[in-house]
């Protein structure tokens, strides 16, 4: 069926993006009509311009992994959430809005920093820096905020770690990272939120260039390898460096938040994790796959005619794999809107999918796995200090998350 046709049969003024109006743990109810309908709905944007949704799992795996979309957003057609959004892609510009051979060139440079073997190296790192930040929560005295004193600091002082990023930089550094993800800000907030963070980058970078080390941490190996002998521009490694902070820092947090949340509303999930250690690798996932938390990341645009689920994209059509839709999908996961800690979920796209599925995924799961194989084991009480109905979510932040978490245990 011709994408004009389709465009006919549906809503060609559908608002988006969508609200969460089912509540801040469900997506946006309409994701299940979408899913129901004979191909993609067009959605307008702020701008008045459209783009195609797609929902279904099985065309959102396609879509992503077609050489026939571009990432990169100055390519006519891509379209944009928010003038905050468009104003944040103009300013912040790393490999991950890339495409081929270019996107590969750049990745191929760290993939050896993600593999298994640096995050099993890793691991009794994570887990002193969790023990720490516990400790100190335990300490304070009752409630806590988790996302100030555990779900923040945590991915913060790990991929600050990872890299080499001095610990006197790590507050601004997770303030700028939540001002550039905002899409309702008014678009200077994300733009200057990213120069700020290229500011500190860069002198980070340029110390290590002077003294690079022995290739003690991510920075010193980046400048060793690939900067010194002249592979990588100072420029770009600051632009690789600020995504990988980002990508490292505030998907995890949301994550965890998000993912305290969704256990202690199901308290006969958390009794089962709890009670089978063995199963946190797979409660992990299954959060993964309910939360969906990064909520529009998968924007994309046509370079050619292309036909995705039967229907055709025609060259110069901007679309967007809603991710956090496919991983609601009923014919891939019967009952999607139950949280089932023994659910086989590992195929979900959480991640991404495609050459553009997260780099760092290896060290967020390794992360998820030591915070929720010990923080219900510390903490067995560990409860709500306010209703749930009173928790302030992030809606308007291209991640999914709380601003506060405040707990009694």
């Known amino acids: 069926m011709q994408s004009d046709e389709i465009g006919n049969q549906q809503n060609a003024r ?11 743990l469900s997506p946006p109810p309409e994701y299940e009509s979408m899913r129901m309908e004979a191909g993609p709905r067009r959605v307008t944007m702020w701008n008045g311009e459209t783009a195609w949704a797609f929902t279904r799992w099985q065309d959102v795996r396609e879509l992503l992994s077609s050489p026939h979309f571009s990432a990169v957003p100055s390519t006519p057609g891509y379209p944009t959430l928010s003038p905050a959004r468009a104003s944040a892609l103009e300013a912040y510009q790393s490999f991950i809005t890339m495409d081929p051979p270019d996107h590969g060139f750049y990745r191929r440079m760290i993939t050896k920093e993600f593999t298994f073997k640096r995050m099993q190296e890793l691991r009794p790192r994570v887990q002193s820096v969790l023990d720490d930040l516990l400790d100190r929560i335990e300490a304070g005295g009752q409630p806590a905020d988790l996302v100030t004193a555990l779900a923040g600091p945590l991915p913060s002082i790990v991929i600050s770690l990872m890299l080499g990023v001095p610990a006197e930089y790590h507050r601004d550094m997770e303030a700028f990272g939540a001002q550039k993800n905002d899409i309702t800000a008014d678009p200077s907030v994300p733009a200057e939120a990213a120069r700020q963070m290229g500011i500190i980058i860069d002198r980070i970078l340029r110390e290590r260039e002077a003294n690079p080390g022995s290739g003690e941490d991510l920075l010193s190996r980046l400048v060793i ?22 990508a490292g820092h505030e998907t995890t947090t949301n ?6 949340v969704t256990l202690l509303r199901n308290p006969d999930q958390l009794e089962k994790m709890k009670a089978q250690p063995d199963t946190v690798a797979r409660a992990v996932d ?3 796959r309910f939360n969906s938390i990064v909520q529009y990341n ?14 055709l994209v025609q060259k110069g059509e901007g679309v967007y794999a809603l991710i956090t839709a496919a991983n609601h999908d009923p014919e891939v996961y019967p009952h999607p809107d139950c949280f089932d800690v023994e659910r086989d979920a590992s195929n979900h796209m959480a991640f991404s ?30 409860r709500l ?9 992030k809606n308007e932040q291209l991640v999914h998350g709380l601003r506060s978490l405040p707990v009694l245990w």
Do not use: K, N
């Not at 690939?226 to 100072?234: A, D, N, R, T």
């Open 298 to 311: 998968s924007a994309r645009v046509a370079t050619a005619d292309v036909e995705i689920g039967g229907h």
């Open 14 to 24: 559908c608002p988006f993006p969508l609200a969460r109006s089912a509540g801040p």
């Open 225 to 246: 390898d690939q900067i010194l002998p002249g592979h990588l521009s100072h420029q770009a490694a600051v632009s690789m460096v600020s995504l990988l902070y980002l």
């Open 286 to 288: 299954e959060m993964l």
């Open 353 to 382: 999918f495609g050459i553009h599925q997260c780099l760092g995924q290896s060290l967020a799961r390794m992360e998820l796995e030591i915070v929720f194989g010990t923080l219900f084991q510390r903490l067995p009480d560990l």
């Open 385 to 393: 200090a306010i209703p749930f109905e009173q928790l302030e979510f």
């Open 255 to 260: 994550q965890i938040t998000l993912g305290i």
